[in-house]
């Protein structure tokens, strides 16, 4: 497995291979690093996620994960992909050949597909091969929301002489302008994750927009200290749209898209009546010495945070740029905090090894209004517990009766 070189200074000489190169930070020996996995490593702990339903294998059958890593031999990242995908296409033609006879059938099997599709192309698209994966696992998506009921609209929204691609779901025979969530995925989640989970948002009578965070999937721009602009934009749009009540619209993010999700309960608090934050960066991830030796290697995550995060930024190739882009990030270090701020709920994990869990305790900390927390002493990042926390619990348990609460749709359904 390739891992990063060094010499006079420091420098990212090579990433290579499936297993993107861990990072090092400028003038730290590499020793300070934690190590990524081997490949045999990843497979081994990859299987072992899949079997206990963990991120990023949720909902992956672990006969379909050994299957795929069967015909994984190096770690190449068009043979990681090739390989998830023989598997997802089997699923996809059986879906195809379903679909006229057996919608509920052939809707679970582009599900299948889909998820192994985007494992594919997991974390970051970074080749040809896994760009392909990254397409086929859209193109599955799309074939199983057509089979929804209620549908599933996808919007696009011009923006910055692009457009921002939104995936738009209403609650079925509600009468009225609805509470709506607007969702932002993390740094290797995409809106489509998001949207199959916020299905479980709609018996409560509300909608939402499932959308990709700034440097990832089909968003218009890249990450930087300014990208929170393409959210406020959804934000106008939604505001003309008739079946949205302007005065209830909430927002979801989870990991790197908590952090925008902060940052827009900040900027965005007067049309924002709730956030959920979930394990939100806020100022010492971006810290030099937390990348150094919590990002870099880091194992909760699966493998490679580190260039995961280099992925997301323009031009951002070597340590160094990172050096340079992570300060400006911090919420302290743009002044935001301390100011007024959206009612919030802020999950975290008290032993995540990805956002300190003094992030946490920063934000609650500030702003002018009473905060939420839900934070699991026995948690990793997200708050999550194999099988006593899983991240669908969270989101059930937790995260919905958040919403339904303080959008005030007076449902019961979330006692249910």
Do not use: C
């Not at 002044?335 to 956002?355: F, S, Y």
């Amino acid at each position: 497995m390739d891992f990063i070189a060094m010499q006079s200074g420091v420098k990212v000489l090579r990433i290579a291979g499936m297993i993107l190169s861990a990072l090092a930070w400028a003038g730290i020996a590499m020793a300070q690093a934690q190590k990524e996995r081997t490949l045999e490593e990843i497979k081994t702990e990859a299987i072992k996620r899949a079997e206990n339903g963990m991120y990023p294998l949720i909902g992956l059958d672990p006969a379909d994960v050994r299957e795929a890593f069967a015909a994984i031999k190096t770690s190449d990242y068009d043979e990681w992909a090739a390989g998830f995908s023989a598997v997802a296409d089997r699923y996809m033609a059986q879906a195809k050949a379903l679909e006229g006879t057996d919608a509920a059938k052939a809707s679970g099997l582009y599900v299948k597909a889909w998820r192994l599709y985007s494992f594919g192309r997991w974390p970051v698209p970074a080749s040809p091969g896994k760009q392909r994966a990254y397409g086929k696992a859209l193109e599955a998506f799309l074939a199983h929301t057509r089979l929804m009921d209620p549908p599933l609209e996808v919007v696009r929204i011009p923006f910055d002489g692009s457009e921002i691609v939104g995936y738009l779901r209403l609650p079925k025979n509600v009468k009225g302008p609805v509470p709506m969530v607007i969702a932002i995925s993390g740094l290797d989640s995409r809106k489509e994750d998001l949207s199959e989970n916020f299905g479980a948002i709609l018996p409560y009578g509300i909608g939402f927009i499932g959308l990709d965070s700034p440097g990832t999937g089909q968003s218009p721009i890249k990450a930087s200290e300014t990208a929170e602009r393409e959210f406020s934009r959804v934000i106008d749009y939604l505001q003309t749209r008739p079946e949205v009540d302007k005065t209830r619209i909430g927002m979801d993010g989870q990991s790197f898209g908590a952090y925008w999700a902060t940052k827009l309960a900040i900027i965005e608090h007067a049309r924002l009546k709730a956030v959920v934050a979930q394990s939100p960066p806020a100022d010492a991830t971006f810290q030099k010495d937390f990348v150094i030796n919590k990002t870099l290697g880091n194992r909760e995550y699966l493998f490679g945070l580190g260039p995961a995060l280099l992925s997301i930024y323009e031009g951002a190739k070597t340590v160094d740029d990172l050096a340079n882009i992570f300060p400006k990030m911090s919420l302290v270090s743009q002044g935001l905090l301390g100011k007024p701020m959206a009612p919030m709920l802020i999950i975290a994990g008290a032993l995540d090894t990805q956002v300190p869990i003094s992030d946490t305790y920063l934000l609650l900390s500030s702003g002018d209004v009473p905060k939420e927390a839900w934070i699991n002493p026995q948690g990793g990042h997200l708050g999550r517990q194999v099988k006593v926390w899983p991240d669908p619990v969270i989101f059930r348990q937790v995260i919905i009766p958040y919403l339904v609460r303080k959008l005030d749709t007076g449902s019961n359904e979330a006692t249910k």
